[in-house]
């Protein structure tokens, strides 16, 4: 059975750092950043640690490329970019990715994501002078799907859908759901 998460038990949030040796030690480049509920929560400790975490990287003395991966719809804005200004920029859209890079700190390259999209290829900036790398966020997912316990765990058709979808993207994700991998 499973055992409920006293406010005192760790939770880790997950990160991806990319860092470079040089002659002078290690240094970070750029930080993956995938968001949690607890950091889009108003008033949860860990949106309060994550912000601190933020602030610390958008510093204009930071080097560090930031890198938010929000994949959920829920919770309040959370990413760098402003929320307004990136729906006036893309449009609607239902989950994001901000990129906001070290050397140009005024600019956010944002890539929108509807529920019904591929998650996009994303160019992480590395240094100046070198080429961004390209991540393909469909193809981690997908991984991550395939190898974690979400096949077994997610009971799709019986498990609500937080928050809730409107009536012709629920119609959506049935048929999605009932056609089953080969049909997604």
């Known amino acids: 059975m499973d055992q409920p998460v006293a406010p ?14 040089g002659e002078d030690g290690k240094r970070l480049v750029a930080s993956i950043e995938v968001l949690s509920l607890a950091s889009k929560t108003p008033g949860e400790h860990g949106r309060e640690l994550y912000r601190r975490k933020q602030e610390e990287m958008l510093a204009t003395a930071s080097r560090v490329h930031l890198v938010e991966l929000d994949f959920l719809r829920a919770g309040e804005p959370t990413t760098a970019v402003p929320p307004d200004a990136a729906r006036e920029a893309c449009g609607p859209f239902d989950y994001h990715v901000s990129v906001r890079p070290f050397d140009d700190p005024d600019t956010f390259h944002v890539y929108p994501i509807r529920l019904e999209d591929r998650l996009p290829l994303v160019a992480i900036p590395l240094l100046p002078g070198d080429p961004p790398v390209t991540l393909d966020l469909q193809a981690v997912f997908d991984r991550c799907y395939d190898a974690g316990p979400y096949s077994r765990e997610i009971r799709y058709g019986v498990d609500a859908v937080i928050p809730p979808l409107d009536p012709g993207r629920a119609a959506w994700a049935d048929r999605v759901v009932r056609a089953g991998p080969a049909g997604a």
């Open 8 to 21: 005192h038990d760790e939770i880790r949030e997950p990160f991806i750092e990319i860092s470079t040796r």
